[in-house]
């Protein structure tokens, strides 16, 4: 089976907020929770950068190591997703994970901590696949429809990618090659001396 | 030409494969660009300087993946990040403390609180294999002190009861994955767990308001003294010889200031916890739970010993909290210096008049209060005209028991006052004569005054109750308190009007108002 993850191109994140309002809508997700957020550093200066932050769905994930009472499960692909019916709302996979992906509706009597929710990497949870109560708990499971998460899948300028690591890893990679080749291009003169003329390299975050 | 073409060829691939190259450790690095990035920058930079100059094609995601890293978007360089979604620790990318407190509470907390808790426990287990229940030495006297007030028994046992609630529940949240899932299964663990945090979610500020209402009741008598190092130097007696205490001894009073000092931490760090929504940040969360577990973990395994002693491990100490008395024999052995205050004050030993009902002690409120209520039985031992002749003036010796024994409370003194300056002035001349010629009366008769005071009274002139019942007490006071600080707590208010019962040779009326007094007080 694959091993799936996500990757947030950082030179392509347009911080439109695109992912985070995707994920919202398809997973019903509870009020006061985010599964995805985007962080921007510098903004509004030059070299600001922008990231789509949400669950990693780590290999030795934290929150699944401290849980009190090991609600949390990996899927075959490598999905980390847990049990509400379990959960206890402790709070403590939200104090270990490095994320801040899982997250607490603040419905309790003191608006204290209720079942934590989590990115699922659309991939719903321990209720029959596709059911309303699967739906209800932890919103769709596109990757048993064969889909990819949304959030990904939505991302307007493909900054945001889920899937198998090593296509995710494939897709990057071959970017920064021909990032660096533009770059490369541009200072040794390849281009120049193959195509004869230099490459307009305006706007490019690299340079 | 060829052969130059040739050439040049080559160094152009030469080239494109090194710029490759290149490109193939910088994406490398653009992936896994956690530490191995500074590695490998490291490697660039020192074998292939060059190449990285004249290629210059860092990738700049590769700058910011390694500023997250080292997270340095916050403080130093200055780096300010922000999100639209708005949230706890939403502007972070990566929280490395997490990790430390993951470490913390997987590595450290998780075992070293099951060998402190387990360790305690066999400690605690073979000391009582070895040692056996501390006995009663002399035996149970049958003769019961009271020790401890209803009030102060409602605040223990509230505090108690709380206490073992949720370090239970706490436990379960720390042991129960190790100890608890493997036999019961996850899901039957989790509604335990779900159950149980609720419980303490709750009960927790609850034990918070306990505590500081059992500060309040315990903290009299609870400082320490250079009684306690000295019983900390023996051991507290448990290896043999006496270690004197009053009446908390070392290792209680050092339980009262660990169960107020470290529970107050457990349960401010506990409310930080449980109420997350002042802006507590993850890092604030995670300390505060560092700080909740290391003093729950601390504060339960001095519990272990106070609960120990208190129940199995010593005869007669379980009685004193569940009932309110003490066994005289216990107290003589266990707070020998309280007990001899007691004896000072009259309220034990050979001066006092005990008896399985009349039991009187220090300190104890409610007992207090309910000496306040008139007792219709109390005066049962006087005659019906008692009830009459209450609120005279004219008083005559019927009619001063009788105030005393009617709810009018102000009265005695000082109509006993009025008495002696003025209605029998005759007999007190009559016995003050009689007195100076060696006569003297058993004066620990009255309740209040044990062998000490006596002492210090006939010391004073006051041998017979004759004189103890003119004098006024004040007076007795001034003597009291040249006698030492430590008869200053002694009040003498009742002690004439009970002196004149004595020398009227009234011993049943004498017995009632005793029952009624409290250590000699009203």
Known sequence: MANVKFYCDSERCIECNGCVTACKNENDVPWGVNRRRVVTVKDGEPGERSLSVACMHCSDAPCAAVCPVDCFYTTDNGIVLHDKETCIGCGYCSYACPFGAPQFPESGAFSSKGKMDKCTFCAGGPEETGSAEEYQKYGANRIAEGKLPLCAEMCATKALLAGDANVVSDIYRQRVINRSMSTLASNVGIQKNFLGSSPDLTGKATK | ?522
């Open chain 2, 1 to 522: 030409m060829d052969a130059l073409k040739w050439s040049s060829n080559k160094i152009t691939s030469f080239n494109f494969n090194l710029s490759l190259l290149a490109c193939l450790l910088i994406t490398l690095f653009a992936i896994f660009s956690f530490s191995p990035a500074i590695a490998a920058e490291d490697k660039l930079g020192n074998s292939n300087n060059t190449v990285t100059q004249q290629l210059g094609v860092k990738s700049p995601a590769t700058d910011l993946w390694r500023a997250v890293r080292q997270r340095e978007f916050k403080g130093s360089a200055g780096l300010s990040s922000s999100s639209q979604v708005k949230s706890m620790g939403s502007t972070e990318f990566i929280n490395i403390k997490g990790q430390e407190w993951r470490n913390f509470r997987m590595g450290q907390l998780v075992p070293y609180a099951a060998y402190l808790l387990g360790g305690v426990l066999l400690v605690l287990a073979l000391f009582r294999l070895i040692r056996g229940k501390i006995k009663i030495k002399a035996g149970r006297s049958g003769k019961k002190i009271l020790r401890f007030s209803p009030f102060q028994r409602f605040v223990h046992w509230s505090t108690a009861i709380l206490f073992v609630i949720l370090g239970v529940t706490g436990l379960l949240l720390t042991f129960g994955k190790s100890g608890l899932i493997p036999i019961i299964g996850g899901k039957a663990f989790g509604a335990m767990a779900g159950v149980g945090k609720v419980i303490h979610d709750y009960l927790g500020p609850v034990f918070g308001i306990m505590l500081l209402i059992m500060l309040f009741t315990f903290i009299k008598g609870n400082f320490g003294n250079w009684t306690d190092v000295k019983w900390f130097f023996k051991g507290g007696g448990m290896f043999g010889g006496h270690a004197s205490a009053g009446r908390y001894n070392g290792g209680e009073k050092a339980w009262f200031w660990v169960a107020i000092l470290a529970g107050a931490v457990v349960v401010v760090s506990g409310i930080v916890l449980d109420f997350p929504y002042f802006n507590q940040t993850r890092d604030d969360l995670q300390l505060s739970h560092l700080v909740h577990a290391i003093g729950s973990v601390g504060i339960l395994a001095a519990s272990f010993g106070h609960i120990f002693m208190g129940t199995v491990a010593m005869e007669g100490a379980y009685e004193s909290m569940r009932t309110g008395y003490c066994d005289e024999n216990w107290a003589k052995e266990h707070h020998d210096l309280w007990y001899d205050d007691l004896q000072a004050q009259g309220v034990v030993g050979a001066g006092a008049s005990m008896s399985g009902s009349a039991v009187a002690g220090v300190g104890a409120v409610a007992a207090g209060a309910m000496l306040r209520e008139p007792s219709s039985n109390a005066s049962g031992s006087t005659d019906g005209s008692a009830h009459v002749s209450g609120g005279s003036s004219d008083i005559d010796k019927q009619g001063l028991m009788d105030t005393g024994v009617s709810s009018s409370k102000k009265t005695p003194v000082k109509t006993a006052d009025k008495k002696s300056a003025s209605s029998s002035s005759s007999q007190s001349k009559k016995t003050g004569s009689s007195s100076t010629s060696g006569e003297s009366d058993n004066l620990k008769k009255i309740e209040g005054i044990g062998p000490k005071i006596e002492e210090i009274l006939k010391g004073a002139g006051l041998s017979t109750f004759s004189q103890l019942s003119h004098s006024n007490p004040d007076d007795i006071k001034v003597i009291l308190n040249d006698a030492g600080p430590r008869y200053k707590m002694h009040n003498p208010k009742t002690w004439p009007q009970q002196a004149e019962l004595a020398d009227k040779g009234a011993w049943d009326e004498l017995s009632d108002l005793q029952d009624r007094l409290l250590g000699g007080r009203e």
